[in-house]
């Protein structure tokens, strides 16, 4: 029991460490976030790998999970002979739920674990400490433009999985499974209004802020070689991930008291 205690409360502190550091870490960004000079140019290069290299997979992802969701609905609702609501459904998962958590959580795999793979490589190859050197800040040249593009391109890529998961939906609904038109976009019209859709832009902001924060902080305290590089890169995925699913609760329960409508 004593050794049960112990490791808990190791695990407590260990929680609180990190925590502090990455509120450490982003009052640094918010310093460094208006000083010139501006790097535009390694902006750029970001919001195009963050928003322009997701593309395929967040069309994978929107795609299957639109066409899952619909034959699932489809399934559920033959029961009390409620066909008309898949469209007004699907919609309103998506663009509430789904779509801001599945596009972060697809950016977390894929550009949040390159952010702290080339960071920490960066890191434990001393070229941190060359830009030190040379009176460059590493957060103004490194983290500032990843952080930056990723509170650019998130939502960006939130609207892309919303518009190609209704788009699967609606291919299963009416396309295979004989579902009429009409009552399929009429109901989503009906259900589906701009609060919705500003709600998940919403959580897609600060989604975007949160997994590119995270995974810059992991690469930036990265040490030990090669082994920390990966170590640093999985802590980022798993820490990012777990991060947005929490995030998403407080988010929804806030946005319900300014989106009467969501």
């Known amino acids: 029991m004593k050794r049960l205690v112990e490791r808990l409360g190791f695990w407590i502190q260990k ?3 990190e925590f502090g550091e990455v509120l450490s870490f982003t009052a640094s960004f ?3 976030l208006f000083v010139p000079p501006f790097r535009w140019r ?3 290069e970001q919001m195009e790998f963050i928003g322009i290299g997701s593309l395929p ?8 999970t639109g066409m899952v969701f619909a034959l699932q609905a489809h399934h559920s609702f033959r029961i009390f002979h409620a066909e008309a609501l898949i469209g007004s459904t699907v ?3 998506l663009s509430r739920e789904i779509g801001p958590v599945f596009t972060a959580l697809m950016v977390t795999a894929r550009a949040g674990s390159a952010m702290a793979a080339e960071i920490g490589s960066m890191k434990v190859t001393e070229q941190i400490d060359a830009l030190e050197s040379m009176a460059v800040s590493p957060i103004h040249y490194l983290v500032v433009p990843r952080v930056v593009a990723g509170l650019v391109m998130v939502p960006i890529l939130y609207g892309f999985f919303l518009f190609i998961g209704v788009a699967g939906a ?13 009552p399929f976009l009429s109901k989503l019209y009906y259900y589906v209004d701009m609060d919705d859709v500003i ?12 997994l590119t924060i995270i995974s810059c902080h992991r690469g930036y305290r990265t040490s030990g070689g090669a082994q920390g590089v990966g170590l640093s890169t999985t802590r980022a995925v798993v820490i990012s ?3 947005v699913l929490v995030a998403d609760y407080f988010l929804t329960s806030w946005i319900l008291e300014f989106l009467p409508n969501f």
Not at 170 to 182: H, K, N, T
């Open 241 to 243: 991930s777990v991060t």
């Open 170 to 182: 609606y291919f299963v609904a009416v396309g295979l499974l004989g579902l009429p038109e009409a």
């Open 199 to 210: 709600g998940g832009l919403m959580k897609s902001v600060f989604f975007g802020f949160l």
């Open 15 to 17: 929680i609180m460490e």
């Open 57 to 64: 997979v967040i069309a994978l992802t929107g795609l299957f």
């Open 42 to 44: 390694q902006t750029m």
């Open 30 to 32: 918010g310093r460094w």
């Open 91 to 93: 919609g309103l998962a």
